[in-house]
């Protein structure tokens, strides 16, 4: 793989795009395909089509593709300045315990790691997951109002 088309992946896999939030990949991935596209629009909805005339007797196809990524939002901050947690669009309660996280707050990324009971203190042979509004991310702060100052209610993660 070329450089060109590294960095394009590159940055188009790094450019968070949780559901609602995908614009930013979207732009991406539209800066890169206009040069090879005769045609690219982006809709009120935020499809992003790109259009490639090819010769009269070729085949015609359609690539697709969904520009979201399973991602969560800022529902609560405790006071012992922990983040609870709602998924945006479907996500799976199962995959989230101990994921490393980035709020996308207003003034940048803040790091994060969805909370889980460590190994040695777990019940072996009874696993359970908790409900996603029953986890918590851990941004390494002590209280709410530490919290509050690095994220929002309703930010993206």
């Known amino acids: 793989m070329d450089d060109e088309r590294r960095t394009f992946l590159r940055d188009l896999l790094e450019t968070p795009s949780p559901s609602g939030y995908e614009a930013d990949g979207q732009r991406i991935w539209v800066a890169y395909v ?3 596209a005769d045609e690219v629009t982006v809709d009120a909805y935020g499809n992003a089509v790109a259009v490639h005339e090819g010769d009269d007797s070729a085949p015609e196809i359609a690539f697709t593709g969904h520009a ?3 991602g969560y939002i ?3 901050v405790t006071d012992d300045g922990f983040l609870r947690i709602e998924a945006i669009g479907g996500a799976d309660r199962t995959v989230s315990k101990g994921q490393h996280v980035t709020v996308h707050a207003a003034d940048g990324g803040v790091p994060g790691v969805v909370g889980q009971t460590a190994i040695h203190l777990r019940d072996t042979g009874n696993e359970e997951y908790d409900d996603l509004k029953e986890q918590f991310v851990d ?5 709410d109002d530490e919290a509050r100052e690095l994220v929002e209610v309703g930010d993206p993660l």
Not at 139 to 143: A, D, L
């Open 34 to 36: 206009e040069q090879f």
């Open 68 to 70: 979201d990524e399973i």
């Open 74 to 76: 800022v529902r609560d």
């Open 139 to 143: 941004i390494g702060v002590e209280s």
